[in-house]
């Protein structure tokens, strides 16, 4: 691989035999266990997006080959959208929704994906978005740590009401901002999540802690390295589960996962 070549570039038909090829690249890598990453989206489906207005594809060529690709949709008012039990409260018009990521095995460990979205957060800023959402299934780490470490937030965790698989909703508001604010970051009460070097073995547990800390007025916002732990952040309105939360914490250890 020669990252020197790689360019990104919006899809369309002419690419649709190329979209269908990684996806099923893809689906042949995946584990049994591992196929709920991803929709498997037939060519009618695809093409809603490589000749819609409000889906669209982008694409990550070595050269010729095509080795990632993303839908996204900028949704309009009044029609409907996928994942309506996110943030429903946000106009369509207001929303950029991130779906069917694959990147090509052979191009892995480059965060192509984080890449990826950064490139369209800026296209749907452009295009008057102001925020970002995503369902990821809980148990494809590689996935929803690239969506942290573009900046979004766990929100929600639940189980997807089409398949009932435990996912975990992210959000990030977008707009270009100074840096100087992006120096800036709100002090704000901080929990450490242990994760361990085996997100795997946690997975298990994680759904029902997510879901508390959730509840009890925290996002999971970022991954510290060197303590290997999902850093979560109590936002500012206080929540009366907080108490609840600390008590939790004490009985259950859940510091130390
Ligand atoms: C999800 C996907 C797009 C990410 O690919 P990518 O952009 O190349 O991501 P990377 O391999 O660079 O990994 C990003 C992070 O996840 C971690 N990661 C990767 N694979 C992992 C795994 N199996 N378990 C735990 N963490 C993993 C990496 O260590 C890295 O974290 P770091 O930057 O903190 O070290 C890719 O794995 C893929 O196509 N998967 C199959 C389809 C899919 O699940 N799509 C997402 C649907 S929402």
Same mark, same amino acid.
């Given at each position: 691989m020669n990252k020197k070549h790689l360019t990104v570039k919006k899809l369309d038909i002419n690419n649709l035999s190329d979209v269908m090829k990684l996806q099923e690249k893809i689906i042949k890598g995946l584990h049994p266990d591992e196929q709920h990453f991803i929709l498997h989206r037939t060519e009618a489906d695809y093409m809603k *997006?490589?000749?819609?207005?409000?889906?669209? +594809? @982008?694409g990550v060529f070595d050269g010729e080959t095509l080795i990632a690709q993303t839908v996204y949709c900028m949704p309009q008012n009044g029609e409907s959208r996928d994942m309506p039990e996110f943030k429903p409260e946000i106009e369509n018009k207001d929303l950029v929704l991130y779906e069917a990521i694959l990147v090509d095995p052979a191009y892995r460990g480059s965060s192509l994906m984080k890449r990826m979205l950064e490139f369209i957060e800026n296209h749907a800023?452009?295009?008057?978005? %102001? =925020?970002?959402?995503?369902?990821?299934?809980?148990?494809?780490?590689? *996935?929803?740590?690239?969506?942290l470490h573009h900046g979004m937030s766990i929100t929600k965790v639940d189980k997807d009401p089409t398949d009932g698989v435990k996912v975990i909703y992210l959000e990030k508001k977008i707009t270009h901002q100074p840096d100087d604010d992006k120096q800036l970051?709100?002090?704000? $009460?901080?929990?450490? +999540?242990?994760?361990? $070097? #085996?997100? =795997?073995?946690?997975?298990? %547990?994680l759904f029902n802690k997510m879901q508390f800390l959730i509840q009890s007025g925290y996002q999971g916002v970022s991954l510290d390295k060197e303590t290997? *732990? @999902?850093?979560? &952040?109590?936002? &500012?309105?206080?929540? %009366? #589960?907080?108490? #609840? @939360?600390? @008590?939790? +914490?004490? #009985?259950k250890k859940i510091s130390s996962l």
């Open positions: *997006s490589l000749n819609g207005s409000n889906s669209n +594809m @982008l800023i452009d295009n008057g978005r %102001t =925020h970002s959402i995503i369902q990821i299934a809980i148990d494809n780490p590689a *996935s929803w740590i690239n969506a970051p709100p002090q704000k $009460d901080s929990y450490y +999540m242990y994760l361990g $070097d #085996n997100i =795997h073995k946690k997975i298990p %547990t290997q *732990s @999902l850093i979560w &952040e109590k936002q &500012e309105k206080q929540n %009366t #589960n907080v108490l #609840n @939360l600390n @008590l939790f +914490m004490q #009985n």
